[in-house]
């Protein structure tokens, strides 16, 4: 039997509304299909336009197999290419971010202009080709600040997601903003673990002391529901009349969703105590309490908007049971730390649930390792996030690992 139809059969073997078979995060085998088959396919969250305001810097990260790094040119186009030399391979931007006048291999100085054009290789002979040794590209795309690369060699449709995203996230201004704190942090656990983590609050009563001082612990609030949610419809109607599109939009495929939520009892803002952490806004609406704005897009994100403040967050996988985590706190670009914020209490909320549901993760890990591990019945009432995440990632890979059905796009 395939590798292919193995994974497949795993797949199948999942009862509706359980946890996946515990193969499915664990197998070396299933791993490789998952990096083949979503994330070497897939428009992947890099970072910010705003990280990237000057010529000549650059960030990098690992896409699976691939390390790719995203630069900005001389020009001031943001451009992203496989971060690997063209002479014997070795990462022309060795570091996670850094600011540079060209891009010098550090192993043999082969260098390449700012936007991938091979500049300089000594001693390589008169009939040396300089113009057919640049950077390979990789696919980019930006929206709302939002950098996205996808290294397939033909990319999907990025449009459906910046047509759904673009209303929803214009208001809080991103271009105008700055990275207060970055965290990053390595869960010991499987991706889809910290997805399916991420996708309820099922847990947080008893594991997120910090975070539910602001955040509400109801799935329908949360996103899962509708207009039939009287709290839920009310807010959506007071900050669509502000001007801030809040409505439930997901994808058919349910590769990505954005919704509008109201914070707990009059919480403004991610702190212990709900007031705002920074002063001044992102939006300018006027409207005082808009909740937070929740988006994520399968598989590399999800990210929290607020009146005061931003938050994204990428993952990573590292291998089946590793994860890489980064968190971004945003503020407005001349907000001071000191003055305007005080770093502790912005990042206070966050830097806790983090660590807790990293431990989460990783406990879930050990658990679903053992040959005991039987999946258990997902609550339709408190996880249906979990089961939302779980029927796109068997959809997808069943439609991946068929040959015979073509690349899907996003949207």
């Known amino acids: 039997m395939s590798t292919k139809s193995a994974v497949s059969n795993l797949i199948a073997q999942r009862k509706p509304d359980h946890a996946l078979p515990g193969a499915l995060y664990s197998n070396p085998d299933v791993y490789r299909q998952d990096l083949e088959q979503i994330w070497h396919k897939s428009w992947i969250f890099a970072g910010h336009t705003f990280e990237l305001e000057k010529s000549g810097q650059y960030l990098s990260l690992q896409v699976g197999d691939y390390p790719v790094a995203v630069v900005r040119g001389a020009d001031k186009q943001i451009r992203a290419f496989h971060n690997a030399c063209r002479h014997r391979g070795s990462k022309v931007c060795p570091e996670a971010s850094g ?47 939002y950098i996205y690369v996808c290294v397939a060699d033909v990319a999907p449709d990025f449009s459906s997601f910046r047509k759904a995203l673009t209303p929803f996230v214009a208001p809080h201004n991103l271009d105008d903003c700055k990275v207060a704190f970055e965290s990053n942090i390595i869960e010991k656990g499987n991706w889809k673990l910290v997805f399916e983590n991420n996708r309820e609050c099922y847990h947080c009563d008893f594991t997120h002391p910090e975070l539910m001082h602001s955040f509400v612990d109801n799935p329908s609030v949360g996103g899962a529901g509708g207009d039939e949610d009287l709290e839920l419809k009310e807010h959506w ?15 058919e495929d349910g590769r990505f969703r954005m919704t509008r939520i109201p914070l707990f009892s009059g919480a403004v803002s991610y702190t212990m105590d709900g007031k705002p952490a920074v002063s001044g806004r992102l939006d300018t609406t006027g409207e005082a309490n ?51 914020y005080d770093l502790d209490r912005l990042t206070k909320v966050w830097l806790a649930t983090n660590d807790q549901d990293r431990t989460l993760v990783e406990g879930a890990q050990v658990g679903v390792n053992s040959p005991a591990y039987e999946p258990g019945p997902l609550s339709v009432a408190s ?29």
């Open 237 to 251: 109607d007071r900050c669509e009349a502000a001007g801030l599109p809040s409505r439930l939009v997901m994808d």
């Open 383 to 411: 996880e249906i996030g979990v089961c939302q995440f779980d029927d796109w990632y068997c959809k997808t890979m069943l439609e991946q690992l068929n040959d015979t059905i073509p690349l899907r796009s996003v949207g």
């Open 99 to 145: 600011k540079v006048a060209k891009l010098v291999c550090p192993y043999h100085k082969w260098t390449f202009e700012l936007d991938g054009k091979l500049l300089f290789a000594g001693n390589m002979g008169d009939d040396f080709d300089k113009s057919q040794h640049g950077l390979k590209p990789v696919h980019c795309e930006v929206v709302e600040s």
């Open 290 to 340: 808009i909740g937070a704005l929740l988006y994520f897009n399968y598989p590399s994100t999800w990210n929290h908007f607020l009146g005061d403040h931003a938050l994204s967050f990428r993952v990573l996988p590292l291998g089946p049971n590793e994860t890489m985590v980064t968190t971004k706190w945003i503020v407005k670009k001349d907000a001071q730390e000191g003055v305007d």
